[in-house]
């Protein structure tokens, strides 16, 4: 047996979603996003399943939190739904959906758990949406008035600050795949929204610092692995678009203050180009404090000519997958974090997501997932690894506390350590939470 030892400083932590787990949608004040939209409209997510109850978490926050509490994790990563702050996305707030934060808030500082706050999480208020949504550089204003008001109601309690979760998910899978809300299919469309989402980044970042906020602030894109079949340089090509449209397309903006050229080109043979105002890419490229990294699969790929949007197919190499359908490639995991930091610096990484799609039910008040547990050992070895090669990671958060509202899966998809029966809401621990548990108390686990 080998032990994983991991640095005494390490944090860790579990993460959700406000929309993914509150429910409560017509309530405290709170008002319409463009999920409550979507979820509602025929086809768009399986089962025709929406976050009207979700987890109900608006209300049993407190035995989550209890919950996290005998899980002994570090930090607590959740979203603030802007519609419950700002029902109409902008004027006048919503004092009940502040103080369901701050009650959320309070507990966990009474628990020793340090909240870790992500801005923007897709719940977009769908009067903003109806304005022309992220496509509209009034959004980027309009989000900045939210998070000035959250940072300003939450210093002193709110110490770690993202601002925009997977934007590669809100720009290209909502906007150009369509699978998202608010669904639609236009490259230009969301080569846009990507850079406004940047933009709004920025200047959320500039706000930050002017208020002389205590604290940390930053992003989490989410990152796919992409390894080249071959050594044919036509297949290294192919990978290196894959990779940078989840990578490059969302990290050189910030960390060079300019878009990867060959991406730029390649859009441009697609038909949609940057709009780039003066400014914009100073603002965008503001020195942040951490970077979230979301990783959940990767593939080994190889140019097909006419394929996809870059010329490249995913090659099935005989990977184990999940219940979701997605590669299990915790070397990807180790290659995309050395890639990142060699590629864009020290800069302080938090694994803001990382799990597995399992769905065990409980049987006699067990959930056996050792599945989940595996997924989790084997993708922190490559952590560790990643770590002894000289990556900066100063926390690890799984994804998620509980099963809950998988975005255009609801509920038939199951990512927690915690299941949920969607019924009664009831909640039960299950055998890879123990597992966790046991590893942040001991801050090691053996192989
Ligand atoms: N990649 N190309 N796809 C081509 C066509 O795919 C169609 C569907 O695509 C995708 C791609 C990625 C995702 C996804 C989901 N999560 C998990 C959430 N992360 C934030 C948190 O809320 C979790 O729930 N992370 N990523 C979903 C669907």
Not at 11 to 34: C, D, H, L, M, N
Not at 85 to 95: L, R, S, W
Not at 364 to 378: A, H, I
Request: charged letters at 25%; a negative charge; glycine letters at 10%.
């Amino acid at each position: 047996m080998a032990i994983i030892q991991f640095p005494k400083d390490m944090k860790w932590g579990v993460a959700t979603a406000s929309y993914q787990i509150e429910g409560a949608v017509k309530e405290g004040g709170r008002g319409p996003s463009i999920w409550d939209t979507f979820s509602k409209t025929p086809g768009k997510v399986v089962n025709g399943d929406n976050g009207d109850v979700a987890c109900g978490s608006y209300y049993k926050y407190g035995e989550d939190i209890e919950i996290m509490d005998d899980l002994g994790v570090d930090y607590y990563r959740f979203s603030v739904a802007w519609p419950r702050i700002f029902p109409n996305g902008t004027g006048e707030v919503n004092q009940e959906g502040l103080n369901y934060y701050h009650n959320l808030v309070d507990r966990l500082l009474e628990k020793g758990i340090e909240p870790m706050c992500t801005l923007y999480h897709w719940d977009l208020p769908q009067v903003i949406q109806d304005n022309g949504g992220w496509d509209n550089r009034e959004t980027i204003d309009a989000f900045v008035e939210y998070a000035d008001l959250m940072f300003k109601e939450f210093e002193g309690k709110i110490k770690y600050w993202i601002t925009f979760n997977e934007p590669w998910c809100v720009s290209f899978l909502s906007n150009f795949i369509g699978a998202h809300a608010p669904g639609n299919k236009d490259l230009q469309l969301a080569v846009n929204v990507a850079h406004h989402l940047h933009v709004a980044h920025g200047k959320t970042v500039i706000r930050f610092r002017e208020l002389g906020m205590e604290g940390k602030i930053g992003y989490a894109p989410n990152v796919e692995w992409n390894e080249p079949y071959s050594d044919k340089q036509e297949d290294i090509d192919a990978c290196n678009r894959a990779n940078a449209f989840f990578i490059d397309w969302f990290f050189d903006p910030v960390f060079k203050g300019s878009y990867p050229q060959f991406m730029v080109d390649w859009f441009a043979t697609k038909g949609a180009t940057l709009n780039i105002q003066d400014g914009d890419m100073e603002t965008i490229s503001q020195p942040i404090d951490f970077i979230g990294i979301n990783y959940y699969t990767g593939s080994v790929g190889r140019y097909k000519e006419n394929e996809g949007l870059f010329d490249h197919e995913r090659v099935d190499t005989g990977y184990q997958k999940t219940d979701i359908g997605w590669n299990i490639y915790p070397e990807g995991f180790y290659k995309v974090l050395t890639h990142i930091s060699k590629t864009y610096g020290d800069v302080p990484i938090y694994i803001t997501e990382n799990g597995s799609c399992y769905n065990d039910e409980p049987e006699n008040g067990q959930v056996k997932d050792e599945r989940r547990t595996e997924y989790l050992r084997q993708h922190l070895v490559s952590l560790h690894r990643a770590m002894e090669n000289g990556v900066n990671i100063k926390g690890y958060l799984t994804w998620s506390l509980l099963d809950n509202f998988e975005w255009a899966e609801g509920y038939s998809m199951r990512f927690g350590i915690v299941h949920v029966n969607y019924r009664t809401l009831e909640r039960t621990k299950k055998d890879s939470f123990y597992w966790y548990k046991q590893t942040i108390a001991n801050n090691f686990f053996e192989v």
